[in-house]
């Protein structure tokens, strides 16, 4: 066989061999971009869902008029102690109101607490401030975005129906990440009378896909997806079963407030909008979109017409 003839065959070869390189080189950095991918996504996760307590929970109020005593009770689907500050009325009330903070809070709520306090208790009210698992003062190291967490809020409420008689008649008032766990609670147990939910998110999954690259200023795709996965895959947290939106379809009896500011940036009132599509059927279900209000902020731009909002709305189903 000539030199000639053999050109074209080892040509081939060469080329042949030139594409197989090109593509295992290619390969190989697809691989090395997709596990960088998850490895962020896990880093993002698993900052999320650990993040660092805030242990400052003490309380500014004029102790000869507001008196308190520290509480703890087990949170009802772990051995979880949760750990709270309970706010008796003075007059032997069989009505109390609970209240519920969001995510990296504690049960100061960032200082909307001792507000609360010192409106409703002079008013009659006993107010049970506490702490959600992994966060404040409580036991726990996961936080879950409500799915652990609306059970601490019903172990707050077995234990204030074991103190004679102040859990009669129970109202929660959750803020944020609290307050989608308290519909999530309030959805589950018969002895919440009603419920004020303050700038909730419609679905926790949902929240963490279009909250991210707020958060994080990663890029949305691939990162809101891969996170979620790795959410359920890692932490077994399945975000996307933790939904406001679908749990208030089981409360079309039971009275529910929905407050949320047009100018909220972390969690867009567009979310109590779709909850309250879900409440459509509720003839006691209102809802209140404070102008220009950032997240959970209407207590503080609003007071006078946020305490009137929540006066009638608790006075009629929870003060009788």
């Known amino acids: 066989m000539s030199q000639t003839s053999l050109q074209p065959d080892l040509t081939f070869n060469v080329r042949v061999k030139r ?4 593509l295992w080189s290619l390969g190989i950095v697809l691989l090395l971009v997709i596990a960088l ?14 993040h660092p307590k805030d242990t400052n929970v003490s309380y500014e109020l004029n102790m000869a008029k507001t008196p308190y005593e520290e509480v703890e009770f ?3 689907n772990n051995d979880n102690t949760i750990r709270g500050t309970f706010f008796p009325s003075g007059k032997a009330s069989n009505q109390t109101i609970i209240v519920v903070h969001g995510y990296t809070s504690n049960r100061l709520v960032k200082g909307r607490t001792p507000k609360l306090v010192e409106h409703f208790v002079p008013k009659g009210y006993n107010v049970l401030a506490f702490d959600l698992s992994s966060q404040g003062k409580s036991d726990g190291d996961l936080i879950t ?5 609306k059970y601490d809020l019903l172990g707050a409420v077995s234990y204030l129906k074991s103190r004679d008689h102040t859990g009669d008649n129970i109202g929660v008032i959750g803020f ?5 766990t308290s519909l999530l609670a309030a959805s589950e147990s018969d002895d919440i009378k009603a419920v004020i939910a303050d700038s909730p998110f419609r679905n926790a999954g949902l929240f963490l896909r279009e909250g991210l690259p707020f958060f994080s200023g990663l890029p949305a795709f691939p990162f809101s997806y891969t996170s979620t996965w790795m959410a359920n895959w ?11 939106m679908d749990a208030v379809k089981k409360m079309q009896d039971k009275p529910v407030m929905l407050i949320h500011g047009t100018g909220d940036q972390q969690i867009s009132y567009k ?9 459509k059927d509720n003839p006691s279900a209102e ?9 959970i902020d209407a207590l503080n731009h609003y007071p006078t017409e946020y305490f009137q909002r929540v006066d009638r709305f608790m006075d009629e189903y929870v003060g009788k």
């Open 145 to 149: 975005l409500g799915r652990n967490e």
């Open 74 to 76: 087990k949170s009802l």
């Open 287 to 295: 809802v209140w979109y404070p102008q220009n209000t950032e997240h």
């Open 19 to 22: 594409r197989k390189k090109i």
């Open 271 to 279: 979310n109590t909008e779709i909850i309250y599509e879900s409440l």
């Open 176 to 180: 944020s990440m609290g307050a989608a």
């Open 234 to 244: 890692a932490f077994k947290v399945d975000l996307d079963s933790i939904s406001p």
């Open 37 to 50: 991918v998850f490895f962020i996504s896990y880093k993002v996760v698993d900052t999320l869902l650990h």
